[in-house]
Every structure is written in C-alpha cells, then in structure tokens.
C-alpha cells in the first residue's frame, strides 16, 4: 500500500518599501536646497555650467543634458504669448 501526501507551502515575499531617496547634496557633503528664485536658479545653471568636467558630474553628463533640455521645452512651453500692440484706431 502506498500513501500519497500532498502538501502546499505558501511563500510570502517580504514587503520592502522603496529605498527612501538619497538627500541631494552639494559636493562638499553639504545639504543642497533648491534655488528660491530665478535669480538663484539663474546662478546654480552658471555653476552647473561652469562645472561640466567635475569627476562626480562628468560621467552623468548626457542624463543632465537630457534633464535640462527638457526643462526647457518645458518653460518655453508655459511661456505666454508675446504681447502684441494694440492697433491704433485713429
């Protein structure tokens, strides 16, 4: 005579949350914040420019191009229509 046993094991994957994201910083190891004003974003896109060959901006070049490029796509396309003189009606 012959038994047969079925069993069934459920496994459950442990649910992980998401890495939390990383706190950006400047490359000093200093907590970076966000320009408050378009002066400031003005002046931080200068830096950025200035510091294209920097070893830890470098190898992510094209990712910020691509990020900037389109960032302005995106201003140009909420910018309002250029105003247009009214006609005179003299």
Same mark, same amino acid.
């Given at each position: 005579?012959?038994?047969?046993?079925?069993?069934?094991?459920?496994?459950?994957?442990?649910?992980?949350?998401?890495?939390?994201?990383?706190?950006?910083?400047?490359? =000093?190891?200093?907590?970076?914040?966000?320009?408050?004003?378009?002066?400031?974003?003005?002046?931080?896109?200068?830096?950025?420019?200035?510091?294209?060959?920097?070893?830890?901006?470098?190898?992510?070049?094209?990712?910020?191009?691509?990020?900037?490029?389109?960032?302005?796509?995106?201003?140009?396309?909420?910018?309002?229509?250029?105003?247009?003189?009214?006609?005179?009606? =003299?």
């Amino acid at each position: 005579m012959r038994e047969v046993v079925q069993c069934t094991v459920v496994l459950q994957e442990a649910a992980q949350a998401p890495p939390a994201p990383r706190q950006a910083q400047w490359l =000093s190891g200093q907590p970076y914040t966000l320009p408050e004003d378009a002066v400031e974003w003005v002046e931080a896109l200068a830096a950025l420019r200035r510091e294209v060959t920097h070893p830890q901006i470098y190898p992510f070049r094209e990712q910020v191009a691509r990020a900037c490029e389109r960032t302005a796509l995106a201003l140009r396309a909420g910018a309002p229509e250029p105003r247009q003189p009214e006609p005179d009606d =003299s």
